[in-house]
């Protein structure tokens, strides 16, 4: 057995819970002063005060158990932050379109030129297992040093059999040899590829019939997960596709009003999603629907500052009751970054969120995101040994930091896995 104790911790925040926090309950982190966490093997088996602690917990040498001390005195200890939003696994980059972006053309009139989503789907194509594999462990590593310690990866790449299943396939290599946990999620209906040009249903069916039984035979995915949105596909289709998903076994995910207000949000409560990502045009039905729901409302501030489009209304879905969950959304177009800095900062200046709200939708709300709720997402007897240490004495140096990396230590399943240099 190994043990870990975090002792004299100066503010621990166990943010708590098994269950969304939604609303008003997003502020209720449950705070400890001078607070001690201890992991055993990969387990959390105590949070508390140091004052309710007895000195053999920490120090006891029963059956040759030795204890790993850190002390934290002047340190923030968190969950690890989960990022229930990415599409991590894709060849090539596309800094060119970024400058056309720059230059005054829209994010939509690239794709419907047949660039965009296009560009990447060509590059993931050519590209080999082992470079999408070399280039996703590079990412995660990355990921991994601002306090990722669970992260959502899509495919979406490919439109195709092959290449949807290799950037799978990538992520399921990738889950077994590195620390982060991958969840990952079937994005096939991500465009209507040019070969079904015009026959978005018909790609779905292509979808369904061919690709889906794999990904379920092989155990490639846990969510379905579609592009709904004017000019990609309407909400009948992607009512049609997640239907089937779910009969089939996958949970669902949809990205969802993100340019234009289609009504991709009321779709996703009612198919019973577990989470409606990005949400920038949201209707105030779909706010109302959300919050009188279980699915998550996952929100990607770096993507509308990349698409340099209005903030999603956080304030108005907090307020009205919703479940809030904040993700990178990081991949080669709308939002090259995997920066949880910035998406801190963001979400304080730009989405006027507290930073207690931002820490319960980067932990608990993002856990529930993925359906990982009983293992992850706070601090408590019994769940993963999944947490961070900040290099500042109190939460609230995380937003003011503009963009800053904070994390001095990553323990990952009780285990120090990244130290700062
Ligand atoms: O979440 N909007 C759809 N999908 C991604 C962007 C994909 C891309 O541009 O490569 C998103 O923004
Ligand atoms: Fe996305």
Known sequence: MSRLALINIEQLVPVSGTAPKRGK???ELNIITNGCVIIEDSIITYVGTMNDLSEDIVLNNNNGVTTKIIDCSGKTVLPGFIDSHTHFVFGGYREQEF????????????????????????????AEFDELYHVGMNRLNHML???????????GYGLDKDTELKQLKVMQELNKEHVVDIVSTFLGPHSVPSDYKGRGKEYIDFIINEVLPIVLEENLAEFADIFCEKGVFSVEESKYYLLKAKKLGLKCK???DEIVSLGGSELAVQVGATSADHLLAVSDQGIKDLA?????????????????????KARKMIDSGCSVALASDFNPGSCPTHSIPLIISLSALKMHMT??????????????????????GSLEIGKKGDMIILNKPSIDFMAYHLGMNLVEQVIKNGKIVWISK
């Open 25 to 27: 309950l997003m502020m």
């Open 145 to 155: 040093s601002m306090g990722v310690t669970t992260v959502e990866g899509k495919s």
């Open 254 to 256: 949809i990205h969802a």
């Open 292 to 312: 009188d729901s279980d699915t998550i409302a996952t929100l990607l501030p770096a993507t509308a500052f990349s698409l340099d489009e209005p903030f999603a």
């Open 355 to 376: 930073i207690e709200e931002i820490i319960t939708a980067l932990t608990i709300n993002g856990a529930c995101a993925l359906n990982k709720q009983n293992e992850i």
């Open 99 to 126: 400058k056309m972006r720059l230059a005054g053309e829209s994010y939509m009139d690239i794709l419907k030129a047949g660039g965009g989503i296009f560009s990447s789907v060509n590059m993931t194509r050519k």
